[in-house]
């Protein structure tokens, strides 16, 4: 059975920073795609960030690129999403999720398992 769990989420004033992690078990992490995505309250679950199997190709959604960076240790069946310059709009539950392929994938129909969720807000 496949299990993601995500750690790391908290508070932090805007302007900082935080570092997502999500382990995975149950499946072999290193051959398949990993994503981030969040859900703010009162809205839809929105992409993030989606890294590849061997970490050599990254996609961001507009508003977080060149503040988020994904990257991932297939060693430790781990992905991370590393987060600089937080704005109050990066407030939301944060899910990592598991591809059914290899290649980047963008939207959520293409994620076929995913984490319980860690929650990040950012104050003003």
């Known amino acids: 059975q496949v299990q993601l769990v995500e750690s790391g989420g908290g508070l932090v004033q805007a302007g900082g920073s935080l570092r997502l992690s999500c382990a995975a078990s149950g499946r072999t992490f290193s051959n398949y795609a990993m994503g981030w995505f969040r859900q703010a309250p009162g809205k839809e679950r929105e992409f993030v960030a989606a890294i590849n199997w061997s970490g050599g190709t990254t996609y961001y959604a507009d508003s977080v690129k060149g503040r988020f960076t994904i990257s991932r240790d297939n060693a430790k069946n781990t992905v991370y999403l590393q987060m600089n310059s937080l704005k109050p709009e990066d407030t939301a539950v944060y899910y990592c999720?598991?591809?059914?392929?290899?290649?980047?994938?963008?939207?959520?129909?293409?994620?076929?398992?995913w984490g319980q969720g860690t929650q990040v807000t950012v104050s003003s």
């Open positions: 999720a598991t591809t059914k392929g290899t290649f980047v994938r963008r939207y959520a129909y293409e994620y076929d398992y």
